[in-house]
């Protein structure tokens, strides 16, 4: 694997993580929240498009 590949993968993970900590944050106002959220990462954020009015279902 080259190391263009090693970091933009290990970019997307950080930002997915980045995300995740953003929205729940933002609706929890929650420390221990944002960490859980923070270690599930893009499964936190596609879910909570998915569930959300307005999300990605509409």
């Known amino acids: 694997m080259s190391s263009?590949?090693?970091s933009a993968a290990q970019a997307?993970?950080?930002?997915?993580?980045a995300i995740a900590v953003?929205?729940?944050w933002s609706l929890?106002?929650?420390i221990i929240?944002?960490?859980?959220?923070?270690f599930f990462g893009w499964f936190?954020?596609?879910w909570h498009a998915f569930t959300?009015?307005?999300g990605l279902s509409g």
Do not use: D, E, F, Q
């Open 44 to 46: 936190y954020v596609i």
């Open 12 to 17: 997307g993970i950080g930002l997915g993580s």
């Open 33 to 38: 929240w944002a960490i859980v959220h923070g």
């Open 28 to 30: 929890h106002k929650s």
């Open 52 to 54: 959300r009015p307005g």
């Open 4 to 6: 263009a590949t090693n």
């Open 22 to 24: 953003a929205i729940s």
